[in-house]
C-alpha cells in the first residue's frame, strides 16, 4: 500500500524553526515529485513547495520564499521541509503529496496533479 507519512510538526515561538519530514513507504520515492501544502482553519489548501523527482528544480510560494527550504534525500526515501523564521500565518496543518512523472525536473504547484497524499501534521506558531 502506498502511503505518505508527515513528521515533526509541533508548536514552536515566532522566529522558531522546524523541519517536517515526509516518509514513503510502499513505492520508491524517485520517480515522484513532491509537494507541500498546507490548510490553516477556514481557508483553502495553499501551496507552499514543490520538488521535481532528481531534485534539481523547487519552487516557492512567495510567503515562504527566503525562509523554508525544501530538499529530499531518495535513499532514504524522505522528503523535508525545513522552516525557518517562523510566523504566526504559518499555522496550519501541512501536507506532503506526489504524483509520478518520467520527467525529472517537472514540478507542480495545482494539488490537482498530485495524486498520493499524507494524512497532515500540525504546525502551530504562537508565542
Known amino acids: 500500500q502506498l502511503q505518505l507519512v508527515e513528521s515533526g510538526g509541533g508548536l514552536v515561538q515566532p522566529g522558531g524553526s522546524l523541519r517536517l519530514s515526509c516518509a514513503a513507504s510502499g513505492f520508491t520515492l524517485d520517480y515522484y515529485a513532491i509537494g507541500w501544502f498546507r490548510q490553516a482553519p477556514g481557508k483553502e489548501r495553499e501551496g507552499v513547495s514543490c520538488i521535481s523527482s532528481s531534485g534539481g528544480r523547487t519552487r516557492y510560494a512567495d510567503s515562504v520564499k527566503g525562509r523554508f527550504t525544501i530538499s529530499r534525500d531518495n535513499a532514504k526515501n524522505t522528503v523535508y521541509l525545513q522552516m525557518n523564521s517562523l510566523k504566526p500565518e504559518d499555522t496550519a496543518v501541512y501536507y506532503c503529496?506526489?504524483?509520478?512523472?518520467?520527467?525529472?525536473?517537472?514540478?507542480?504547484?495545482?494539488?490537482?496533479?498530485?495524486?498520493?497524499w499524507g494524512q497532515g501534521t500540525q504546525v502551530t506558531v504562537s508565542s
Open positions: 503529496a506526489a504524483y509520478r512523472t518520467l520527467r525529472s525536473w517537472e514540478v507542480a504547484t495545482d494539488p490537482y496533479d498530485y495524486d498520493y
